[in-house]
């Protein structure tokens, strides 16, 4: 009898578990930084918090695993992945209205970026426009302010940059921006960034102060001028189809807690750019401080003229330049 009531216990905590596997739901998300970016952190705590209430999680794939972002953005449009965080430059190839934000000198400062991305009012066509493509953006992230870095020459204003070749995402914008502040722009994956400039393929590239260090990108370019000639937001995407398809308290869920996600990964990301530069001043590079912002804004005045052109891209423009003061 007591065999049988082990096996009996045995038996019946199987089934709880099955059951329970039955009732949870592994999402993937693809991102090409690494774990412990504040990004991946956000997610994985607003994943924890999904899984406690819902039964629903989310896996993150860092470092490029499920593909470069323009791959993921085309398998989550097919079906393929269920979310994916992208660079709002690429999401250009699907809505021209998203060039707005990816404008140089479009925001004050990252606080303007946060109450921006959180104003219904503000993003809320913008988020819906990918979906004739069976896209939705969930949410926008911070990734901080992107500046120029360099293998060997300090850059402290356009005439500095020429003759540079510098990488840039793939995006008609972001060619265009860094051809008016001087440079010769190289659009490329980010994993192939590190092995051209340490070949001398390129002179440098432009991105933020965490992924700067995070990506090692020091190493090979270690002077990092302050430009700051973008603030671009990353975005959480979906397939719509899917999203749509989620039982009603998930989907809940994420309309509850999303801004808080928003809300942690600026506050996370904020506080990992003091110390990234340091690590990375600490370990060889330098930053370059003295340069001329106004000579910078002043070359990509034409790119703004070029790229707000459509009464939508107008309308999102003004409405973002209202808020700059508040």
């Given at each position: 009898m007591k065999k049988l009531s082990v096996l009996a216990a045995a038996v019946a905590a199987v089934v709880v578990a099955s059951s329970a596997q039955a009732d949870e739901k592994v999402m993937a998300l693809?991102?090409?930084?690494?774990?412990?970016?504040?990004?991946?952190?956000?997610?994985?705590?607003?994943?924890?918090?999904?899984?406690?209430?819902?039964?629903?999680?989310?896996?993150?794939?860092?470092?490029?695993?499920?593909?470069?972002?323009?791959?993921?953005?085309?398998?989550?449009?097919?079906?393929?992945?269920?979310?994916?965080?992208?660079?709002?430059?690429?999401?250009?190839?699907?809505?021209?209205?998203?060039?707005?934000?990816?404008?140089?000198y479009v925001f004050k400062d990252y606080k303007h970026l946060q109450r921006v991305v959180k104003d219904k009012s503000i993003v809320g066509d913008l988020f819906k426009s990918l979906e004739p493509a069976g896209m939705t953006v969930l949410c926008a992230q911070y990734s901080g302010t992107r500046n120029v870095y360099t293998s060997k020459k300090e850059v402290r204003n356009p005439a500095d940059l020429k003759g540079l070749k510098i990488r840039v995402m793939q995006s008609d914008t972001m060619v265009k921006m860094i051809n008016y502040m001087g440079a010769t722009a190289n659009p490329m994956g980010q994993g192939e960034v590190y092995t051209a400039i340490q070949t001398g393929l390129l002179d440098g590239a432009e991105n933020n102060e965490v992924t700067y260090y995070s990506l090692k990108q020091h190493e090979v370019g270690p002077i990092y001028n302050m430009t700051q000639h973008l603030m671009m937001p990353d975005y959480i995407i979906t397939n719509t189809e899917f999203f749509n398809s989620l039982p009603d308290n998930v989907k809940q869920f994420f309309a509850d807690h999303l801004d808080e996600l928003v809300d942690n990964e600026f506050d996370l990301f904020q506080s990992n750019v003091s110390t990234c530069l340091e690590k990375a001043v600490k370990e060889g590079a330098r930053v370059v401080k003295d340069v001329d912002v106004d000579a910078f804004k002043a070359n990509c005045k034409p790119l703004i003229d070029e790229k707000v052109k459509s009464d939508s891209q107008k309308k999102l423009y003004e409405a973002v330049q209202k808020t700059r003061d508040l």
């Open positions: 693809a991102f090409n930084q690494p774990a412990g970016h504040p990004e991946y952190v956000a997610v994985q705590q607003f994943s924890d918090k999904l899984k406690a209430a819902t039964g629903y999680s989310i896996e993150i794939f860092p470092n490029e695993l499920r593909g470069s972002q323009k791959e993921t953005i085309e398998k989550v449009q097919a079906g393929e992945l269920e979310f994916s965080m992208v660079a709002g430059s690429l999401l250009e190839n699907w809505s021209p209205d998203f060039a707005v934000f990816n404008l140089p």
